[in-house]
């Protein structure tokens, strides 16, 4: 707990070294992660969330079939996706692909002491290496988010038209009405934090990593339970108060 | 005015280990400005810990460490920094930053603390990789390389800014003899031309008696440093076992 607000602190501090420019940050990283989340991630992110969207019209359906409302399933799946469940998907596939990648080249830099190399030529590693990769992801997981929206509500589009053989027209006119710009930034907060916690698990653990492989495995591992869980915690929080403001 | 003789470094009384396990007890030596200073002992009994508590990575447990007169862990990290931003380190394995080619590697320093353009930056890391034999490697990424060419590129990154006091992680294990002796020889050359101070941790006998002007041994079982002096005098004059069978690779037993 102690090292998480000491990693914070510095990477509050890289930050606002940053703004003033006088940070030292490896930008090709960033680069590479931003190819990595974007180019790499997107069939994944497609497949999940189109299933979800898929999955979400099916069951919807079986109940609203009862009171002869399935066109609602348009507003569920708008809804669902928008405000939450395509932001939490994409957390959660972005965990295991990148969180995990994450830890691991940081564990490896730390086993070969790549890191206290650094240190010694008074570059901070958090600058240096934690700064690129949480600001790729920070950018990226919304991205994706958006992206990942649209393919949920795609595939409800698909299951409703095709199988229970709604209106197309009218599918659309209720998803539109039904997701208000609102749930578009409640889904955007979501994955700005996502984005922050899974990139900060995953350097987190990486630099924190023992020097051995099991070393590595283990923060590897444990990059993916933390941000999964945080994600899981940071949802139930940001619900909450949602509730309480009433949105 | 610095003396030739003031000591650069001045350890004090240093415990070393990690959390509540005790690795070197009561450690004191000096380390004169110029001089090739070896740390030997065997395996395992803690040479690289002491060398992390001198370039500042590992806090000691107790004692002091003195640069030019100034307690280094007794400072704040703006001045430590301005003490460590002097050194080269040269890690045992290297510890090459393994995104970077060897080129940027030995780059990065220059590009950190230097006002060279990035042209004069790319001759200074030719001249840097051709001093440890490593001409032409610029684009190559440390995994590309093997472990002894990798050690030589780690040795060209720490002597990147022609520092003041450098220090050597077991640099000559595993390089061929030939490769090793030529290493010995660039360590002397760096001592005569740059002026650095050299702090040289290693078991390679051959290399301890040709480079050493002070050293200092320590011993795994009793956790703390048993001899120190000229290895040559040390092999002449000691009378502790430990350190003789060290020195002559365990085939001379004194009768005391
Ligand atoms: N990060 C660490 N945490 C806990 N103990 C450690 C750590 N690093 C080293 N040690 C222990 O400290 C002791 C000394 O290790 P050190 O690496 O300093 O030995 P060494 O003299 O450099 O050995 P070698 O010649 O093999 O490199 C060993 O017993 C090792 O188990
Ligand atoms: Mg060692």
Redo the contacts between chains.
Sequence with gaps: MRSLFGFLGELTVSFGRLITGKAYVRWDDFAVTIQRCGLDAFLLVSLISMLVGMILAFVGAIQLKMFGAQIFIADIVGIAMVRVLAAVMTGIIMSGRIGASFAAELGIMQTNEEIDALKTLGVSPVEFLVMPRVLALFIMLPLLTIYADLMGIIGGFIISIGMLGLNPIEYWNHTQHAVKLIYLWIGLIHSLSFGLIIAISGCLRGVKCERSSAGVGEATTSAVVTAITSIVIATAIITFICQILGV | MDSVLDPVIEVSNLDLGYADYIVMRNISFSVRKNDIFVVMGASGCGKSTLL?AL???NQPLKGEVLYNGKNFWDTDEAEQ?NI??R?G?L?????????LTLGENVA??LQ?YSNLSSIQIREVVALKLSLVGLAGYEDFYPSEISGGMRKRAGLA?AIALDPDIIFFDEPSAGLDPVNARMLDDLIIQLRDVLGATIIVVTHELASIFSIADNSIFLDAESKTMIAAGNPNDLLADSRDPRVIRFLTRGAKHPNL
Excluded: N
């Design positions: 992390k370039i500042g990575l920094q460590t931003r050194f380190v890690y045992q394995g290297g510890a090459l930053w393994s995104s990065l320093p950190i990154r």
